[in-house]
């Protein structure tokens, strides 16, 4: 997701990942079928998109302060 955002806002630095230190919290994987089978939910959005449109909408609140 990191990698997906910076080429969105055309940042292309190295990303370090430091296995020494621990991690910050859990790491969550979604299983989008279950989601479907369960709740009948089924995205309309990219993933890709969707970063798009937060990335829009947040600068877009920043800058009315």
Known sequence: VLRLI???EG??????Y???????????????EKAK??????ARTTLE???AMTIDWYK???AQG
């Open 18 to 32: 430091q296995n020494e230190k621990p991690s910050v919290g859990r790491i969550r994987l979604l299983n989008v």
């Open 60 to 62: 877009s609140t920043i």
């Open 49 to 51: 998109r969707g970063l």
């Open 37 to 42: 089978r369960l709740l009948g939910f089924e």
């Open 11 to 16: 940042f292309s630095p190295a990303v370090v």
């Open 6 to 8: 910076l080429a969105q």
